[in-house]
C-alpha cells in the first residue's frame, strides 16, 4: 500500500496549513472508520463546489481557496486520507457535459467541450475499495438546487448535478461507495497512484481557451453558482 500513502507534489500533506488542519480536527487520533467519514464530510460540505483555475492545484492551495470541483477537491481529499494513513487512488473519467447545463450560462456553453475530464477518489477501508464521488458538491448548493427542482422526480442531469434521485442522492458516506455526477460518465480512463500521475495525461482546456477559463470565465462560472445558492 505504499504507492497510496506516499505523498506527491499535489498531495502535499506536509505542507503547514494541512497540518495545522489535522491538528484542529484532531483526525489522527479517531478509529480509521471516523477519521475518514469525518475527513470525508468536511471537504464535502467546507469546501465548497466551485470551478478552479486549474486541475493541477495542490492539496494545500484548494485548502486555502476553499473551493473546488471533481479534480480538485478529490487532490485534497487524497491528501488529507493519506495523511492519517488512509490508503486511496484516483480513478479517471471522460463524462458529458450535460451535467453542467444550468451551472454554466447558456451564452457559455459553446465554449464547454462536449466531454469534460473527471475523476473520483478510491479509498481502500475495511479490506475492500470504495469509489467516492458525492464530495463534489456541498450539502448548502444541493440544498439549494434540490428547493429549486422539489418536484421533480427521476433522474436528474444539470446543475453539476448527475443522479437517479435528485432528492436522495447517493452523496453521504454510509459505509458504502458515493455518487453525484456518476450518471453523466461515459467511460473510465483507468486507475493512477495520485493526480500527478493523471493529469499530465489529460486536460479538459488548452491555448486560448485555457487562459480564457483561468482568467475570465470560470468566474462568471462561479458567480452563477453563487446566484444559485440563493434561496429561490
Request: hydrophobic share 40%; net charge positive; proline share 5%.
Amino acid at each position: 500500500m505504499k504507492e497510496y500513502l506516499s505523498p506527491t507534489p499535489l498531495l502535499n500533506f506536509t505542507h503547514p496549513a494541512i497540518q495545522k488542519l489535522l491538528k484542529t480536527q484532531q483526525w489522527q487520533h479517531l478509529n480509521t472508520f471516523d477519521a475518514f467519514k469525518s475527513i470525508y464530510d468536511f471537504v464535502k460540505d467546507e469546501v465548497k463546489f466551485g470551478y478552479s483555475s486549474d486541475d493541477t492545484l495542490s492539496a494545500s492551495h484548494v485548502l486555502k481557496v476553499g473551493y473546488g470541483q471533481c479534480n480538485t477537491k478529490g487532490t485534497l481529499l487524497m491528501a488529507l486520507l493519506r495523511a492519517v494513513n488512509i490508503p486511496c487512488r484516483l480513478q479517471g473519467f471522460t463524462i458529458s457535459n450535460n451535467l453542467k447545463a444550468g451551472v454554466i450560462p447558456n451564452w457559455l456553453l459553446w465554449f464547454a467541450p462536449k466531454v469534460i475530464i473527471h475523476s473520483w477518489v478510491e479509498v481502500y477501508i475495511n479490506e475492500q475499495w470504495l469509489e467516492l464521488e458525492g464530495y463534489i458538491i456541498d450539502k448548502n448548493y444541493l440544498t439549494a438546487i434540490q428547493t429549486r427542482f422539489k418536484n421533480h422526480t427521476g433522474p436528474f442531469v444539470g446543475y453539476g448535478i448527475a443522479t437517479p434521485c435528485l432528492q436522495i442522492p447517493d452523496n453521504e458516506f454510509n459505509g458504502g461507495n458515493t455518487y453525484i455526477q456518476r450518471d453523466s460518465i461515459i467511460k473510465s480512463l483507468g486507475y493512477f497512484n495520485d493526480p500527478d500521475s493523471f493529469h499530465p495525461l489529460f486536460s479538459n482546456l488548452t491555448g486560448i481557451k485555457k487562459c480564457l477559463y483561468k482568467y475570465l470565465l470560470r468566474h462568471i462560472i462561479n458567480l452563477n453558482i453563487k446566484r444559485l445558492r440563493r434561496p429561490v
